[in-house]
């Protein structure tokens, strides 16, 4: 099975989606919403408000209730000059996985530069592994179209076995 997905399933739907990316695990909760959304904007306006996105805007974004740890989602490839502040992207960063984050802010200089935010998080990310206020068009893995709620824990569950039992070593080291 784990033959039949690597490298005949997941390549066939990179292909048809116009991406090498095209499915994520979510690993972390930095797109949570522990709230409805009124309160949980209510908590978060000042943030968006200073970067001219409105209540209103933001109501009409794709995932405006966020998604969890846990969760699939289903990527699309997109031109980086076709991504619109308030979607979601997979970019990737100097951490060992992808990040999957809203965009907030975008500029065009000489290349497609994003600024984005995890919606749980207070404020941007800025260390050595991820800068949230410079993702550049060449790490973009896709955009998030598709949620598949809690089917992720299968791949992380699997990960934190491998970890476990050392079995990741194995791979990672080169044996």
Same mark, same amino acid.
């Given at each position: 099975a784990y033959v039949l997905i690597k490298f005949i399933v997941y390549p066939g739907m990179g292909l048809i989606f116009g991406t090498?990316?095209?499915i994520v695990a979510v690993v972390s909760n930095s797109m949570e919403h522990h709230q409805p959304f009124d309160q949980w904007w209510a908590s978060n306006e000042d943030y968006y408000l200073a970067l001219n996105i409105t209540?209103?805007?933001?109501?009409?974004?794709?995932?405006?209730n966020g998604f969890n740890r846990g969760d699939i989602m289903i990527l699309f490839g997109k031109k980086p000059a076709d991504i619109q502040v308030g979607e979601v992207i /997979? @970019? +990737?960063s100097k951490k060992p996985y992808p990040i999957i984050h809203r965009v907030v802010k975008k500029d065009n200089m000489s290349m497609? /530069? @994003? +600024?984005?935010k995890g919606d749980n998080n207070k404020a941007q990310i800025r260390d050595a592994e991820l800068d949230e206020t410079r993702v550049l068009e060449k790490q973009l893995l896709g955009k998030a179209v598709?949620?598949?709620?809690?089917?992720?824990?299968?791949?992380?569950?699997?990960?934190?076995?491998?970890?476990?039992?050392?079995?990741?070593?194995?791979?990672s080291s080169g044996a």
């Open positions: 090498h990316f095209p209540k209103a805007e933001f109501e009409k974004y794709d995932f405006k /997979v @970019f +990737q497609w /530069v @994003f +600024q984005t598709i949620r598949v709620p809690w089917l992720g824990y299968v791949k992380i569950w699997f990960v934190d076995l491998l970890n476990f039992t050392g079995i990741s070593r194995l791979f």
